[in-house]
């Protein structure tokens, strides 16, 4: 079963606008990771959050970790069309090399 | 570094036919990974290798699939004999595990389509 289940599936929001995406799991982790992925094209890495952090920003995306509700978040601020992609939060459990994907939120922004 | 390195890109072959799917590694990377992400079932991870020694092959779908990493700078994916369900996109990742924190990079990803 996948460890991360993301949602919603799908967003849909204006140019300008903030996007948020949510990921849970179920077991302990070492850190979770977010991806984002264009059509056709391989995930690309975009930040990653260890279980005893809680939140963390890269330019325009602002990452929370809660530990007690099994929870993450991924914030882009001011989104453009060119942030149109598959997001994927990823994580790895303790002790192990394996890291389990969610099914992924598409977001769309419109121009 | 030129990142992690697939071939071929697009493959279509007959049902019944053996494939084979090719990766190279980022250099000094310890970790790769083979995956296959479709529409119904999303990204799903096949094997693992740490230091080419493969650690868990529990996703494989079935014997039909093997994987091998003769060294750290090439593995290969084999599904023999081919079905029109093994239409996917197979996904190569490497990564540098240093005891539990660590970030994936991703190859352009094989399209396999069986017919």
């Known amino acids: 079963s996948q460890q991360g289940e993301e949602d919603p599936q799908a967003l849909s929001i204006q140019e300008g606008e903030n996007a948020t995406m949510n990921c849970s799991y179920k077991?302990?982790?070492?850190?979770l990771q977010w991806y984002r992925q264009n059509s056709g094209r391989g995930l690309v890495h975009l930040i990653l959050?260890?279980?005893?952090?809680r939140e963390k920003h890269s330019g325009r995306l602002r990452v929370t970790l809660d530990t007690s509700k099994k929870s993450s978040s991924l914030l882009i601020t001011a989104s453009r069309a060119a942030d149109t992609a598959s997001y994927f939060c990823?994580?790895?459990?303790?002790?192990?090399?394996?890291?389990?994907f969610g099914a992924g939120t598409r977001l769309f922004v419109k121009a | 570094d030129a990142g992690v390195i697939q071939s071929p890109r697009h493959e279509v072959t007959e049902m019944g036919q053996e494939v084979t799917l090719r990766c190279k590694p980022i250099?000094?990377?310890?970790?790769l990974f083979w995956y296959r992400q479709t529409m119904m079932r999303g990204l799903e991870l096949l094997i693992y290798?740490?230091?080419?020694?493969?650690?868990?092959d529990s996703g494989m779908p079935e014997d039909r699939f093997s994987a091998k990493m003769p060294n750290a700078s090439f593995s290969t994916l084999k599904i023999q004999p081919s079905e029109p369900r093994d239409s996917a996109v197979y996904f190569c990742?490497?990564?540098?595990?240093?005891?539990?924190?660590?970030?994936?990079?991703f190859g352009p990803g094989t399209r396999l389509t069986v017919t």
């Open positions: 290798f740490n230091n080419n020694v493969p650690i868990d």
């Open positions: 990742a490497s990564s540098l595990f240093l005891g539990g924190s660590y970030e994936q990079y």
């Open positions: 990823a994580t790895a459990y303790t002790g192990g090399f394996k890291t389990i």
């Open positions: 250099s000094g990377h310890n970790s």
């Open positions: 077991t302990s982790i070492n850190n």
């Open positions: 959050i260890r279980s005893n952090e």
